[in-house]
Every structure is written in C-alpha cells, then in structure tokens.
C-alpha cells in the first residue's frame, strides 16, 4: 500500500533551516512567529526575559499551545510566563529550534491550532 499526502497543511510551513535560518514561503527569517495565518520575522529578547508582551501577536491567535523553540538547546521559559499563558487555557511546549520547526510541520498536518516563536539557531 502507498501512501500520498493529499493536501498541504493550510497556512505556513517551514521548509528548511540552514545557517541563515527558517525557510517558509514568506522568506528565510533567523528568528519568526508563526500563526496556523500568518508568519513574521521576530527579535526575540533573551530567553529568561521573554514575557507575555513578546509573545501578544500569539497569544491573540488563542491557540491550543505555543511551541517555543528556544535555540540550539532546549531551555525553560520564565515560570511567570508559563503560569500566565495557563491561566488563559494556552499551553507552551519548548524544544530546541529545530525540534520545533519539525513538530510545527507534524502538528499542522493534523489540522491543530497552534503557534511558534522560534529562537535563532547557530
């Protein structure tokens, strides 16, 4: 039996990550946002700094989670920032970059309703 992808995912898809960074449709970005709508070049602050403020265009998406890639290793997020995005029934998932770009392709085959935020990778 052969199996065939029927359909592209609607909305973004990231197609490659290199030295220069994500490669969506929309251009090569070192560091993006990306909504099941729309993706955008992001300037991320430092990691223990992130707050709810850089993470607004998401979470005005009302996602079922965020993936947060946090760079080339795996690192936690502010715990206030976590507790805030429950309180408002938004989980957040960090993983290395990479991980998040591929789980991101994963999870919009399915049809789920999430968003990114994907730190620069080296």
């Given at each position: 039996?052969?199996?065939?992808?029927?359909?592209?995912?609607?909305?973004?898809?990231?197609?490659?990550i290199g030295p220069a960074g994500f490669?969506?449709?929309?251009?090569?970005?070192?560091?993006?946002?990306?909504?099941?709508?729309?993706?955008?070049?992001?300037?991320p602050p430092p990691l223990a700094a992130?707050?709810?403020?850089?993470?607004?265009?998401?979470?005005?998406?009302?996602?079922?989670?965020?993936?947060l890639g946090t760079g080339d290793d795996l690192s936690r997020p502010p715990r206030a920032l976590v507790t805030w995005l429950e309180e408002r029934g938004i989980g957040i998932e960090p993983m290395d970059s990479r991980a998040a770009a591929r789980t991101w392709g994963v999870l919009r085959g399915e049809g789920r309703q999430i968003a990114a935020a994907l730190y620069p990778i080296a």
């Open positions: 039996m052969k199996l065939e992808r029927t359909r592209d995912p609607a909305g973004p898809i990231i197609k490659g490669r969506t449709d929309d251009g090569i970005f070192p560091a993006l946002m990306m909504t099941v709508d729309s993706v955008a070049a992001w300037s992130l707050t709810a403020d850089d993470l607004a265009p998401l979470v005005a998406a009302r996602p079922e989670f965020i993936l």
